[in-house]
């Protein structure tokens, strides 16, 4: 009886079940409008937009929209725009956001800035080169070293100095939000040595001494200050100069920066000074995670 019944019934294999629901799951969401599924879209960060553009026509379709992309840059993005160097003109919002997620030069290529792609809050690079430094154009104390760990491709190289002072200051329409800034730097001097990193300790000297004190100061009246000892040798490490707040009432915001060592009872040096990063404060332990 039992082997007659199953005569009657149709056998199907676990490989066409799947098949058979897939196609059923692609056929109704194929049948969604566009204007549906960009709704839904719109609540997505941008990578799940990305990846849901792949599905088939009518998401691919609806990830283009206009007000998917503008839900996803920041507010005051047309300012952001006008203070690059190059930007095209009549771009949809989508493409807006991407070139955006690139890095964009502005203050004659001393600095970049972009959006996070997965959040589209605001980055900043600052290079040495548009950095404030006592005694750069004096080569018994500083010097310029072509390097690839630099996304700048340069850094300033301190030999040796009595008076250490690195200044900076920035005046942009930081989107509103919590921003921390820190100095890329690094003890001693890396080269390459038969195809491996080496680190150059020749000039090091100085840093355990007294700390170095960083700060900042915002054209609001916000102020940071921390300090600590310049240690690890051959490392890219990120030191924490302080955080800032952006508020819904300010329109363009000056943040001035610094590092210094100015007690001249002894000298320093053996330093790599890369950049000065701005990120948002939650972007912290993804520094942390690089060191």
Not at 4 to 17: A, E, G
Not at 22 to 46: K, R, T, W
Not at 225 to 249: A, M
């Given at each position: 009886?039992?082997?007659?019944?199953?005569?009657?019934?149709?056998?199907?294999?676990?490989?066409?079940?799947?098949?058979?629901?897939?196609?059923?799951?692609?056929?109704?969401?194929?049948?969604?409008?566009?204007?549906?599924?960009?709704?839904?879209?719109?609540?997505?960060?941008?990578?799940?937009?990305?990846?849901?553009?792949?599905?088939?026509k009518a998401f691919r379709g609806?990830?283009?929209?206009?007000?998917?992309?503008?839900?996803?840059?920041?507010?005051?993005?047309?300012?952001?725009?006008?203070?690059?160097?190059?930007?095209?003109?009549?771009?949809?919002?989508?493409?807006?956001?991407?070139?955006?997620?690139?890095?964009?030069?502005?203050?004659?290529?001393?600095?970049?800035?972009?959006?996070?792609?997965?959040?589209?809050?605001?980055?900043?690079?600052?290079?040495?080169?548009?950095?404030?430094?006592?005694?750069?154009?004096?080569?018994?104390?500083?010097?310029?070293?072509?390097?690839?760990?630099?996304?700048?491709?340069?850094?300033?190289?301190?030999?040796?100095?009595?008076?250490?002072?690195?200044?900076?200051?920035?005046?942009?329409?930081?989107?509103?939000?919590?921003?921390?800034?820190?100095?890329?730097?690094?003890?001693?001097?890396?080269?390459?040595?038969?195809?491996?990193?080496?680190?150059?300790?020749?000039?090091?000297?100085?840093?355990?001494?007294?700390?170095?004190?960083?700060?900042?100061?915002?054209?609001?009246?916000?102020?940071?200050?921390?300090?600590?000892?310049?240690?690890?040798?051959?490392?890219?490490?990120?030191?924490?100069?302080?955080?800032?707040?952006?508020?819904?009432?300010?329109?363009?915001?000056?943040?001035k920066y610094s590092m210094t060592?100015?007690?001249?009872?002894?000298?320093?040096?053996?330093?790599?000074?890369?950049?000065?990063?701005?990120?948002?404060?939650?972007?912290?332990?993804?520094?942390?995670?690089?060191?």
């Open positions: 009886m039992g082997s007659s019944l199953s005569l009657l019934i149709p056998q199907f294999s676990s490989n066409t079940v799947t098949t058979t629901i897939n196609q059923q799951i692609n056929h109704g969401l194929g049948d969604l409008p566009e204007s549906c599924v960009a709704l839904v879209l719109v609540y997505m960060d941008p990578p799940q937009i990305c990846k849901l553009s792949m599905l088939n609806a990830s283009s929209a206009d007000f998917v992309w503008e839900s996803k840059l920041p507010m005051n993005y047309n300012s952001i725009i006008q203070r690059v160097q190059i930007f095209p003109a009549n771009l949809c919002k989508r493409d807006i956001y991407a070139k955006l997620c690139r890095p964009n030069s502005f203050d004659g290529g001393t600095k970049r800035v972009w959006l996070d792609k997965s959040t589209g809050r605001v980055c900043m690079s600052i290079s040495s080169s548009g950095l404030a430094i006592t005694g750069i154009d004096d080569r018994r104390y500083w010097s310029r070293i072509e390097t690839d760990e630099s996304r700048f491709k340069s850094v300033a190289y301190l030999q040796q100095i009595w008076w250490f002072e690195v200044d900076g200051e920035v005046d942009f329409p930081f989107p509103v939000g919590s921003y921390s800034i820190f100095f890329r730097l690094q003890v001693g001097r890396a080269s390459r040595r038969f195809g491996r990193r080496v680190c150059n300790s020749e000039h090091v000297h100085g840093w355990d001494k007294k700390p170095v004190r960083f700060q900042l100061t915002t054209s609001d009246g916000q102020q940071a200050t921390t300090q600590c000892y310049l240690s690890e040798l051959g490392i890219w490490k990120y030191h924490h100069v302080g955080d800032f707040v952006v508020t819904g009432s300010v329109k363009e915001m000056k943040v060592q100015i007690d001249c009872t002894h000298t320093k040096g053996g330093l790599c000074v890369d950049s000065v990063l701005i990120c948002p404060v939650e972007f912290t332990e993804r520094l942390k995670q690089s060191f």
